[in-house]
């Protein structure tokens, strides 16, 4: 590891693809020497709009025949939330769904969030399904984090949760304002 930034297997465009130390990436088998590392070559492969000026590409792309349970999903008014703190990072009361074994949602979907140049590609986020907004105690725009976090739920893994940490009441941003 080179300056936070670990060398990949990856490219991007012909130039090589590194990873921040920090990235976010919820879903380990995703890592270069993890199980499904090959599906982030594929979606750097399928990645064929030109770097974008601002020089924060994210994309949503397809890696079918991946299928992948996907870090956040839809949620409506009748969906039982609970609500727990993350268990990574210092995060806040977040909102979770549980799903039966076997009944969990699958996606072909990755989504990737980069930094850097034509030049070399920095991996910053990376996760399986849609792209979703930060927390809203994350977020810059915490309006629109809100509206998308009243409306999707982390899908509750054995590992995404913080032990004992399971409230009753939601946070205020979530129940101000819902329908």
Partial sequence: MVNGLQQTPWTYRGVPVFLDERAHIPNVSFKPDKENASYVQIALDRATRPWPQDNLPTWTLDVSPGAFTPIAVPV????KIIWALPRIGAGRLSPFVEFAPGEQPQTSQLTIHMTGTRQ????LQLYPGEHMQPPVWMAGNKDTSIRY???HAY???????????VRQRPPEWWSKGRL
């Fill in 76 to 79: 409506t008014p009748q969906t």
């Fill in 149 to 151: 976090w009243r409306e």
């Fill in 155 to 165: 899908v509750k893994t054995r590992r995404n949760i913080r032990p004992h940490s």
């Fill in 120 to 123: 070399g590609a920095v991996i």
